[in-house]
């Protein structure tokens, strides 16, 4: 099987987590580490688009869950996931 490239592991990642098959403390721990190890392939095949990603799911989701309880957290998480989908739906990248 092909490895996934950056932006299909980072969306997988996120599904995942949305999903139930990753806790918030697995989510919390390896999204840094995912997106520094991943964005720069994320740039190079699509930058508009890795900057979207990088938009609503690290500034606008991510980075804001401090303080949030496990339910608030999932919640944050995947309206900014659904607001990216809906980015890429409508073709803007």
């Known amino acids: 099987m ?12 996120v599904r995942e987590y949305l999903s139930g098959e990753l806790s918030r403390m697995d989510f919390d721990l ?16 699509n930058t508009e688009l890795a900057e979207c990603f ?9 980075n804001q869950v401090i303080g949030l309880s496990d339910a608030q957290h999932k919640k944050l998480i995947r309206r900014q996931f659904s607001q990216f989908e809906a980015v890429m739906r409508d073709g803007i990248y």
Do not use: C, S, T, V
């Open 30 to 45: 390896d999204f840094n580490h995912y997106l520094i190890k991943h964005y720069p392939i994320m740039e190079r095949q």
């Open 2 to 13: 092909p490895e996934k490239n950056g932006m299909e592991f980072m969306i997988e990642f």
């Open 54 to 62: 990088y938009f609503y799911l690290a500034e606008g989701g991510f």
